[in-house]
């Protein structure tokens, strides 16, 4: 089955305590994106890459890292949580220029 | 910059009755891409419907349309014999056809509810 996965689905954590959100598709899509939804702000672009070790910031890219080591992977990474990075955060791949599919989301609270 | 805007925070439907969501958007570009997805409680993203800025027929997905208005920067929704498993969070999203970034803006969501 084509999907994207995401993990984990629920994370809740300390200040500080670094902590790493999986993202893998089985599609062999070059691009691959983070978003975080916020309410009253939609979703929102935090990195993209559009192919292996290329990536870019998206609109908020402060406080995440991610890296693209291989076509299926991208992990975000959060080296030095805030409360501010509470949030629902989505994984996105696609063909370029072609649909977007999302993982399931993972709901990351920030103590 | 482009953004999205969505100024229905929430709408209301009778089961049966259909429903517009409406959403506006400004860009100064030419060429470009306009979807609407919905997010039920699981939480996940489905895509309901796309519409090419190129193309002037309005897109339809069974009971799914869309009313594009490119000049006006208009593109809603339309839900005909709404259902109780339409109920959901509603977002307008953008993509340029340039192809530097692949990134979708999203506007800000309408929560629908369907009642029955």
């Known amino acids: 089955e084509a999907q994207v996965t995401q993990n984990p689905r629920y994370l809740i954590t300390v200040t500080g305590k670094k902590l790493t959100v999986t993202c893998s598709q089985n599609m062999n899509h070059e691009y691959m994106s983070w978003y975080r939804q916020d309410p009253g702000l939609g979703l929102r672009q935090i990195y993209y890459s559009m192919n292996v070790e290329v990536t870019d910031k998206g609109d908020v890219p402060e406080g995440y890292k991610v890296s693209r080591k291989e076509k299926r992977n991208f992990p975000l990474i959060l080296e030095s949580p805030s409360p501010n990075q509470t949030s629902l955060y989505f994984c996105a791949s696609s063909e370029l220029y072609n649909e977007q599919f999302f993982g399931p989301g993972t709901r990351l609270t920030v103590l | 910059a482009q953004t999205v805007t969505q100024s229905q925070p929430e709408m209301s439907v009778q089961e049966a009755e259909t429903v517009t969501l409406s959403c506006t958007y400004d860009?100064?570009?030419?060429?470009?891409?306009l979807f609407w997805y919905k997010q039920p409680p699981s939480r996940q993203m489905i895509l309901v419907i796309r519409q090419e800025a190129y193309k002037q027929q309005n897109a339809t997905e069974n009971r799914f349309s869309v009313n594009f208005q490119k000049a006006a920067k208009s593109f809603s929704l339309k839900i005909s014999d709404s259902q109780l498993g339409d109920a959901a969070m509603y977002f307008c999203?953008?993509?340029?056809?340039?192809?530097?970034?692949?990134?979708?803006?999203f506007g800000t969501g309408t929560l629908l509810a369907v009642q029955p």
């Open positions: 999203a953008y993509r340029s056809a340039d192809g530097a970034t692949n990134k979708l803006i």
């Open positions: 860009t100064s570009e030419s060429d470009y891409y």
